[in-house]
């Protein structure tokens, strides 16, 4: 009986019994097809999905995926190629995501290596150049869905279950770990926030990295002392992550080491800086210092304000220099909203 006359003679469940009897009894196997070792997308740009092929074929295939996952497609180019590819791009790295949560085949030791290459390639392209003193609206990459793609399955690669950091330690480097930070200057918030997680994942699972991180983690806070065009931004985005308390823990580690390099600085903002902003998220980071060891936060505070007044008590001029601080900060807000209310007059 031929497959149309099937189709008229039956319907719904029925049809699928007929199939399945006959594929069953023309002896339609996949296990019977040859082992293919290679992929290449079809003319509409596209691998078959992992669960589509022979368990023996998915080796080849996710190697072809990940060779697949390293092209750029841009989100900004009009063309229909282009359109095809990263469309298939995100189908692909939603796969991904699939197997990162829980699949021992994405820790396959013939592939582990290339696919954190990938994503890390997908990571850390160039950062966009973009003012974010000049702009009103808040920057958004027109590359984040496959960077947001990328960050989300690393996460979750830290989170799988068949995850060893033993089998890991040869791939994740020091230089992957400084281009990370190094993207935390992205002007895309969305990217950053995802970046502090995977740092965060990182932190915790590979311990021989922990110094390595500290210091990075040190250095990103202390670029806002040099602010000026090519660091625009920076200090905003870098005292937010110290902020986060995952980051004053890894600062309560090392307290004694990291304190005294960091508040110097953290007080001159804090009396002198510019811009508001700043100087509220320094006022926050000054109290969560000094709630960690507030007797070494005030001997410090004393010996960089050089007070000479026994008669004061060194925990009142510690919370006095972040008092002042804070109303000097609202001072500027208050300022700068009288500033505004009146440019709309001075057209008139």
Same mark, same amino acid.
């Given at each position: 009986?031929?497959?149309?006359?099937?189709?008229?003679?039956?319907?719904?469940?029925?049809?699928?019994?007929?199939?399945?009897?006959?594929?069953?009894?023309?002896?339609?196997?996949?296990?019977?097809?040859?082992?293919?070792?290679?992929?290449?997308?079809?003319?509409?740009?596209?691998?078959?999905?992992?669960?589509?092929?022979?368990?023996?074929?998915?080796?080849?295939?996710?190697?072809?995926?990940?060779?697949?996952?390293?092209?750029?497609?841009?989100?900004?180019?009009?063309?229909?190629?282009?359109?095809?590819?990263?469309?298939?791009?995100?189908?692909?790295?939603?796969?991904?995501?699939?197997?990162?949560?829980?699949?021992?085949?994405?820790?396959?030791?013939?592939?582990?290596?290339?696919?954190?290459?990938?994503?890390?390639?997908?990571?850390?392209?160039?950062?966009?150049?973009?003012?974010?003193?000049?702009?009103?609206?808040?920057?958004?990459?027109?590359?984040?869905?496959?960077?947001?793609?990328?960050?989300?399955?690393?996460?979750?690669?830290?989170?799988?279950?068949?995850?060893? #950091?033993?089998? &890991?330690?040869?791939?994740?480097?020091?230089?992957? !770990?400084?281009?990370?930070?190094?993207? &935390?200057?992205?002007?895309?918030?969305?990217?950053?926030?995802?970046?502090?997680?995977? !740092?965060?994942?990182?932190?915790?699972?590979?311990? #021989?990295?922990?110094?390595?991180?500290?210091?990075?983690? +040190?250095?990103?806070?202390?670029?806002?002392? @040099?602010?000026?065009?090519?660091?625009?931004?920076?200090?905003?985005?870098?005292?937010?992550?110290?902020?986060?308390?995952?980051?004053?823990?890894?600062?309560?580690?090392?307290?004694?080491?990291?304190?005294?390099?960091?508040?110097?600085?953290?007080?001159?903002?804090?009396?002198?800086?510019? +811009?508001?902003?700043?100087?509220?998220?320094?006022?926050?980071?000054?109290?969560?210092? &000094?709630?960690?060891?507030?007797?070494?936060?005030?001997?410090?505070?004393?010996?960089? &304000?050089?007070?000479?007044?026994?008669?004061?008590?060194?925990?009142?001029?510690?919370?006095?220099?972040?008092?002042? #601080?804070?109303?000097?900060?609202?001072?500027?807000?208050?300022?700068?909203?009288?500033?505004?209310?009146?440019?709309?007059?001075?057209? @008139?």
């Amino acid at each position: 009986m031929g497959w149309q006359k099937i189709r008229e003679s039956f319907s719904g469940k029925q049809i699928k019994q007929r199939v399945s009897a006959v594929a069953r009894n023309t002896k339609i196997s996949v296990l019977d097809a040859p082992i293919r070792t290679e992929f290449e997308p079809d003319i509409l740009a596209r691998l078959p999905k992992l669960t589509h092929v022979h368990p023996m074929e998915q080796i080849s295939l996710f190697r072809a995926k990940i060779k697949y996952c390293s092209e750029f497609y841009s989100f900004t180019s009009k063309d229909e190629t282009v359109r095809r590819y990263r469309e298939h791009k995100s189908q692909t790295f939603i796969e991904f995501a699939e197997q990162a949560k829980s699949s021992q085949l994405i820790m396959n030791e013939s592939i582990r290596e290339d696919f954190v290459t990938m994503l890390h390639k997908n990571i850390v392209p160039p950062i966009p150049d973009y003012d974010d003193e000049l702009s009103e609206e808040e920057f958004k990459d027109p590359q984040f869905e496959h960077i947001g793609f990328a960050l989300n399955i690393f996460a979750l690669i830290l989170n799988n279950r068949h995850f060893k #950091a033993s089998k &890991m330690k040869n791939i994740i480097t020091q230089s992957l !770990i400084s281009d990370l930070f190094q993207q &935390m200057s992205h002007p895309d918030e969305r990217i950053r926030e995802s970046l502090k997680t995977v !740092i965060h994942q990182l932190y915790t699972n590979f311990i #021989a990295q922990r110094t390595f991180i500290r210091r990075e983690m +040190n250095n990103l806070l202390l670029e806002f002392i @040099y602010e000026d065009d090519s660091y625009r931004g920076v200090a905003e985005r870098s005292l937010y992550f110290l902020n986060k308390p995952y980051i004053i823990e890894l600062i309560e580690s090392n307290l004694n080491r990291i304190m005294p390099q960091i508040l110097p600085e953290l007080i001159v903002a804090a009396e002198g800086h510019w +811009n508001s902003s700043i100087v509220h998220l320094v006022c926050n980071i000054l109290r969560s210092l &000094m709630e960690l060891d507030e007797d070494l936060f005030s001997r410090l505070v004393d010996e960089i &304000m050089k007070t000479n007044e026994d008669e004061c008590p060194r925990r009142s001029t510690a919370r006095n220099t972040i008092a002042r #601080a804070s109303q000097r900060a609202s001072e500027m807000e208050r300022r700068q909203t009288i500033a505004m209310e009146a440019q709309p007059n001075a057209n @008139y």
